[in-house]
């Protein structure tokens, strides 16, 4: 029995599936999950010391490869000032000076400890700004797994919300209107039978939760003038794309300017950590100033503080948004040579530093939900399973996204594309 095995045998009997979020039980491919025993710049070793290379990079945060010596010295100065104040400190105000000065949407901001935190706390603010109940998401965006968001994708115009989980009582969900993405007509018609009611449309702007979805920027900026002539709020999920895709996030590289913005993800720099931002005149609606309740015991602690600050400040010494995009071009253009020689049954999608092997379908990559196959796990989970042999780990998942790292290298990029044409090969 490996250690791996023995470990994960213990954890199934103290945790649900073994784990603490859903998608690291590997459900979606098969096997194991793999124990991290230690990581360090793109490369983690599992417990029986074996090195591998990887592209998930927790999800995000560790957008300069894992333990970064200056966000561990940040991190250790923190710790041996005190781990937790309940209190204001310095670097939650010198973090914030950063987000407001690197994000068009943010004049002020509040710290909470989760993306899913910053979100739902934004959509109470929203609901106060406006006076009105009835919020829009996009089929396809995840924006955490507060109640009124776990919401199926439904298509069609204005499909109440229906919960896609269970404990999820349908009258929590029913002011959550889904639409499609990339369909202009569905926001028209939508606007004009229910824009009047509109809180807030949510979107993320580069949807990257479901493949990555990316959007023609003319829908993003249907969605803008729409929210605006309606009198509704928009609020840019950016708790994926924020300080990664560019300083000011998919607001800045789009050119939209939403009216709210959420972060979570790389904001921490690999701790727990989440804020939420918009004008003055709304921010200050919050408690204390204002009528919206909102706290956190742990929000704005002094360590994962001092990890974001670190984090935000190697990026932007190191001209850290121009290496990543080098980097994803690299991984672009090594892909479409590859492709020349051997069609892969699969396109790669690319933003960035983020990534997405999307399945083969039409002339152009998928825009939306609806448009992805039933069984794309299938072919997934073989790939996923060979290039694990190989020691390279993708997400265990075929709907979720790659990430590069500062500590990535054009050879790592290479690597990962050098193997999938063998696996493909040998599969045939
Ligand atoms: C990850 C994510 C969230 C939820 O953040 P958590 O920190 O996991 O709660 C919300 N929105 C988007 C776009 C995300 O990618």
């Keep these: 029995m490996t250690a791996n095995h023995a470990l994960f045998s213990r954890a199934l009997a103290v945790l649900p599936g073994g784990v603490s979020s859903p998608v690291r039980a590997f459900g979606a491919v098969g096997g194991e999950p793999i124990f991290y025993r230690d990581a360090k710049g793109a490369r ?4 029986e010391g074996r090195e591998y290379l990887e592209f998930v990079m927790s999800w995000g945060p560790m957008i300069l490869g894992h333990a970064h010596p200056r966000v561990e010295e940040a991190v250790r100065r923190a710790v041996s000032r005190g781990t ?52 829009l998401k996009f089929s396809g965006c995840y924006h955490g797994h ?20 269970e404990g999820v009582p349908e009258d929590f969900t029913k002011w959550t209107s889904v639409l499609p993405l990339d369909d202009e007509e569905a926001l028209d018609r939508f606007f004009a039978e229910f824009g009047g009611e509109l809180a807030v449309a949510l979107i993320e702007p580069v949807p990257a939760n479901n493949g990555l979805l990316l959007q023609r920027r003319s829908f993003l900026e249907r969605l803008r003038e729409r929210t605006r002539e ?15 895709l560019a300083k000011g996030g998919a607001s800045e590289r789009l050119g939209i300017t939403p009216d709210l913005a959420t972060f979570g993800k790389v904001i921490g720099g ?7 931002g918009g004008p003055i005149e709304i921010m200050d609606l919050c408690a204390p100033l204002g009528p919206v309740y909102q706290a956190g015991t742990l ?98 998942s075929a709907y979720e996204v790659g990430f590069l790292s500062t500590a990535h290298e054009e050879s790592d990029c290479d690597r990962l594309l050098d193997v999938l044409v063998e696996i493909l090969e040998k599969e045939g």
């Design 84 to 135: 937790s104040f309940g209190a204001p400190c310095e670097d939650e105000v010198r973090l914030a000076e950063k987000v407001r000065d690197w994000h068009p949407a943010v004049e002020k901001l509040r710290f909470v400890s989760s993306g899913t935190e910053a979100v739902m706390s934004a959509i109470r603010l929203a609901r106060a700004a406006t006076g009105r109940r009835r919020i």
């Design 44 to 47: 983690f070793h599992d417990l």
């Design 230 to 244: 309606h009198g509704a709020l928009l609020l840019f999920d950016e708790v994926i794309s924020g300080f990664r």
């Design 299 to 396: 929000s704005g602690n002094p360590v994962a503080m001092a990890a974001g600050l670190a984090t935000l400040e190697v990026l932007e010494e190191e001209d850290g948004y121009a290496r990543l995009e080098d980097l994803g071009a690299h991984l672009e253009e090594g892909f479409a040579a590859r492709d020349r020689d051997r069609p892969f049954p699969f396109r790669l999608v690319r933003e960035g530093s983020l990534f997405w092997l999307a399945p083969r379908i039409g002339a152009e990559a998928p825009r939306k939900a609806e448009d992805l196959p039933g069984d794309l796990g299938r072919l997934y989970a073989d790939i996923h399973a060979a290039l694990l042999e190989r020691r390279i780990y993708l997400a265990p």
């Design 270 to 276: 690999g701790m727990p950590v989440g804020a939420f």
């Design 146 to 165: 507060s109640d009124a968001l776990l919401v199926a994708a439904g298509s069609g115009l204005a499909t109440f919300g229906k919960p896609s989980s």
